[in-house]
């Protein structure tokens, strides 16, 4: 495996993050860069990709492992180009989520936590998002997708292939 | 119509952008504080408003802001609190996406009361185009002289930076928040000390919720005393609350705290009432954490008196009759709604979020979760009810932080009001899982109080 080296814009980036905090105290900004790294090298957090942010934070391996291990939103597995996450806690349980999650189940014809043998998709379950006046719903990247139905779910699933067919 | 002081412009076309906002009178609450007032006026204002912390506490934010240290030499910090993580709430989300702003307007004249020359707004990691927003409306602030040096040529100094979380819910807790910035695993600190004394990098810190900040504005604005006389007793000003569930209009609204919950839930201003011609059963008023109660309860208190939207109000009766205020998360379920399947959804949350530093609250949270999965999908024995009982009493109180207490309190109020829902459950394995036990007595009328001798 190469060692992951962020672009010179990126880079830019994590450097005016660093200053964000007092001297001394760039450990601060790991939680930020970690979204960065995480975003510039396929989606999730590998051990190398960890160990670079922690060189670039002049701090140990072992305390980026720790932080990354503990957040929800750190991927420390590989996942599929879009991730459907899809919140299932109480608002949006009583709004459908379970049949929303149901369905992408068997529309991708994996089980949550899985990803697609293409390599495309990966569907996870995850608690309040924070829409739930707007439920159901899910994250996908940075965007929130809500009052999710079928037909809603179909359009999704379309349009990230298609976003996926003109990108290769 | 009730006087909105914060969401009043929220629909105004650009009013995220600059040059509208400034039109309409943004910034005006600066040019007040720093130009006209001291810090320590500032913070007598906010004393005097009887402003009450939006987070979920509602600790009295002038008192808050009173405590901070002061040592020589030591730089002291403001952090907005903007994890909204609570389910049911997302109120911060819809001020923060609208009007960014009006959030940047309140941070800076807080920033000037409390000192604080570095501020952060931590911001829960999903949010990712809210954090997008509030850089841009950062930018816009420093272009035009709000942020920066020498403010208003005042000589007052200030940055404000947008901090990103990842996905913890516990990081809304402020000493979970506070290790979070110094870039560790969110665990809540034992205290004392105090963030007030020993903050972020243990410097002295204050740590407020988004709509505590913004809600200084029209406090300076229109002084501390005019908005102290909205609202009722201690329950001063307006509140945002956010609305979910089995209503017609979910959303954000801002209320003044006079209005009774049943206006609220059936109003056309409002909630615009249940959706089908359905019955309401139960609803959860404060964000998932605080207790659920079932309809009869909800809309009106033990004395027989009207329920209102207030601090005062919706916790009269305490734990037993009653519920709290909490984050305005406001969860509205219908007659056809399962309360231990609900409830299990909230465990589960929980579970997940547990940090998992003190034991009754890791281990609790989990077994809540199984015994209220094994009794949701009909495998549960009486005994399991009493067992719940026992777990949830015997995780409040024992733990560092109040997320240990919030996981209980659900789990018992659930118990404590729709026991008979969890029995049916037990009694009847196999037709639970087929329909729901429906409204039964819930909305009922309450028997007459009966006077305490
Ligand atoms: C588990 C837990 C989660 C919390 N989450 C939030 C949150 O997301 N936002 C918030 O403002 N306060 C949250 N709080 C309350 C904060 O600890 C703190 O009281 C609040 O930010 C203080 O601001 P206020 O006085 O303006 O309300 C949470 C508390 C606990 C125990
Ligand atoms: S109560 Fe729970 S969340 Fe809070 S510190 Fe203890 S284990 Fe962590
Ligand atoms: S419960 Fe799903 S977003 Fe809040």
């Given at each position: ?69 503990f ?98 | ?82 994890d909204?993580s ?82 913890a819910y516990i990081c809304g807790e402020?000493t979970a928040l506070?290790e979070s910035?110094?870039?560790?695993r969110g665990l809540p ?161 929980y579970?997940?979020e547990s940090c998992g530093q ?43 932080c109040?997320l ?50």
């Amino acid at each position: 495996m190469t060692h992951p080296i962020f672009p010179p814009d990126k880079l830019a980036k994590v450097m005016e993050l660093i200053t964000h905090y007092p001297e001394g105290k760039q450990k601060s900004a790991i939680l930020p860069i970690l979204h960065i790294a995480q975003d510039n090298f396929g989606g999730w957090l590998s051990t190398e990709t960890m160990d670079y942010v922690a060189e670039l934070l002049n701090i140990l391996p072992m305390e980026v492992y720790e932080v990354a291990t503990f957040y929800s939103m750190c991927n420390t597995k590989p996942v599929g180009k879009y991730v459907f996450e899809v919140c299932q806690t109480g608002p949006c349980m009583i709004n459908g989520s379970e049949e929303i999650i149901q369905y992408l189940k068997d529309t991708l014809h994996i089980e949550v936590g899985e990803t697609t043998s293409d390599g495309l998709f990966t569907l996870k379950t995850v608690e309040c998002l924070g829409a739930c006046g707007y439920a159901p719903m899910m994250q996908l990247g940075k965007f929130y997708r809500e009052h999710l139905t079928k037909e809603k779910v179909n359009a999704i699933i379309e349009e990230c292939r298609n976003t996926a067919a003109t990108n290769n | 119509m009730v006087r909105k002081l914060l969401l009043e412009k929220a629909h105004l076309e650009g009013i995220r952008g600059y040059d509208v906002y400034r039109r309409e009178g943004g910034y005006r609450s600066v040019e007040k504080a720093l130009g006209e007032m001291t810090p320590d006026q500032v913070t007598d204002e906010v004393k005097k408003s009887g402003l009450r912390g939006r987070g979920g506490a509602g600790f009295p934010t002038g008192m808050k802001w009173s405590f901070i240290a002061k040592p020589e030499g030591v730089p002291r910090h403001l952090v907005c609190n903007a994890d909204e993580s609570e389910p049911g709430t997302f109120k911060d989300r819809y001020l923060m996406e609208f009007l960014p702003h009006l959030l940047i307007e309140g941070l800076i004249v807080s920033s000037y009361a409390l000192g604080s020359h570095v501020t952060y707004i931590y911001v829960r990691g999903e949010y990712s185009w809210v954090i997008d927003i509030l850089e841009t409306a950062i930018g816009e602030a420093k272009a035009n002289g709000w942020i920066g040096n020498n403010i208003l040529g005042k000589g007052f100094d200030l940055e404000i930076y947008v901090h990103r979380g990842a996905g913890a819910y516990i990081c809304g807790e402020e000493t979970a928040l506070l290790e979070s910035l110094e870039g560790k695993r969110g665990l809540p600190r034992i205290k004392p000390p105090f963030p007030a004394v020993k903050g972020v990098w243990d410097r002295p810190t204050v740590v407020n919720n988004v709509e505590t900040l913004a809600a200084v504005v029209p406090i300076i604005l229109i002084g501390g005393e005019e908005y102290a006389k909205i609202g009722v007793g201690k329950s001063t000003g307006t509140k945002l609350i956010s609305t979910c569930g089995n209503i017609n209009k979910p959303g954000v609204y801002e209320i003044d705290m006079t209005i009774s919950v049943e206006d609220f839930i059936y109003s056309e201003e409002y909630c615009g009432g249940i959706p089908n011609g359905k019955k309401l059963k139960a609803c959860i008023p404060g964000g998932s954490s605080v207790p659920i109660l079932p309809a009869n309860l909800l809309l009106k208190t033990v004395k027989g008196e009207k329920r209102l939207m207030n601090y005062e109000s919706l916790a009269d009766g305490g734990f037993v009759k009653g519920s709290m205020m909490g984050s305005g998360g406001f969860i509205v379920l219908d007659e056809d709604q399962c309360v231990v399947k609900h409830t299990l959804t909230l465990a589960r949350f929980y579970r997940h979020e547990s940090c998992g530093q003190c034991s009754p609250c890791r281990e609790g949270t989990g077994w809540m979760e199984k015994i209220l999965r094994n009794i949701d999908t009909g495998k549960g024995k009486m005994s399991d009810i009493d067992l719940l009982w026992d777990i949830q009493r015997r995780i409040e109180g024992n733990t560092i932080c109040p997320l240990g207490d919030a996981a209980a309190w659900p789990v018992a109020a659930a118990i404590r009001h729709f026991r008979d829902e969890f029995e049916w459950h037990v009694l009847n394995p196999e037709e639970s899982q087929k329909r729901n036990y429906g409204l039964a007595h819930y909305a009922d009328p309450l028997e007459p109080a009966v006077a305490a001798v």
